[in-house]
């Protein structure tokens, strides 16, 4: 069965200092990649997502992430956070089209100033 | 931007009675989608559904939760008789993927995700 990984539960970040989320899955082949974020008492909302092709995707809010076949990774980073940013984040994957997403527990992220 | 709306945002109930959870998906989707999210806990899922039929579902979406699109707009999610164990937010996700097109796939199978209704079963 699928899995995912999000090794941080909380992380406390300095405004205007990067970040890099973690994510690691479990899943024979490429699965297709997501990352959503939670504001408090908000809905998922996209921030980017991987199908194929260049590894590197860019996303919202000057978000991007970086697909790492060997590490079966994809973290999540911005250079400069905001205080804006804080909320939760949740990678997600599915083996393919049309499939439930399978979630990890989610990152919450802290920003001071 | 067309995105998925879901009423309403929160509902309380007592434990044995039915409600009813109210999604609109996005006008051009195909492929709808229940989620829960138990307070704290990570975002399950509960049932897929595609041309009138369920798709897939999980262990959690047993006799006691029904779906439907009784419209050409709205999709929805039943209780039958609450638990308090149903104490969770629902989401409700679209996509306009569709299994029937050779050329789906990529950025028509991506889930855009509705605010959630908090449900309360007291």
């Known amino acids: 069965a699928q899995s995912v990984t999000q090794p941080d539960i909380h992380i406390t970040v300095s405004e205007g200092a990067s970040l890099e989320l973690r994510c690691n899955y479990s899943y024979g082949a490429t699965p297709y990649l997501f990352w959503y974020v939670q504001s408090p008492g908000q809905g998922l909302q996209l921030l980017l997502k991987?199908?194929?092709?260049?590894?590197l995707v860019q996303g919202i809010k000057g978000f991007e992430a970086e697909f790492k076949r060997s590490q079966s990774s994809f973290n999540l980073r911005k250079p400069s956070v905001h205080w804006s940013d804080a909320a939760e984040y949740f990678c997600?994957?599915?083996?393919?089209?049309?499939?439930?997403?399978?979630f990890g527990k989610g990152t919450r992220l802290s920003v001071i100033a | 931007e067309p995105e998925v709306t879901q009423t309403p945002s929160h509902q309380v109930t007592q434990m044995g009675q039915e409600v009813i959870l109210r999604c609109v998906p996005i006008?051009?989707?195909?492929?709808f989608y229940w989620y829960r999210q138990i307070l704290g806990q990570k975002v399950e899922f509960l049932v897929s559904f595609y041309n009138n039929e369920i798709s897939e579902k999980s262990e959690i979406f047993d006799d006691q939760f029904s779906v439907e699109r009784p419209d050409g707009s709205n999709f929805t999610l039943k209780i039958r008789s609450t638990k308090l164990e149903d104490s969770a937010m629902y989401f409700c996700?679209?996509?306009?993927?569709?299994?029937?097109?050779?050329?789906?796939?990529?950025?028509?199978?991506?889930?855009?995700f509705g605010p959630g209704t908090r449900l309360t079963v007291l």
């Open positions: 991987y199908f194929s092709g260049d590894t």
């Open positions: 006008s051009n989707h195909l492929y």
């Open positions: 996700a679209s996509s306009e993927t569709d299994p029937t097109n050779p050329l789906s796939g990529g950025d028509t199978d991506t889930q855009y």
């Open positions: 997600a994957v599915a083996p393919s089209g049309n499939t439930p997403l399978v």
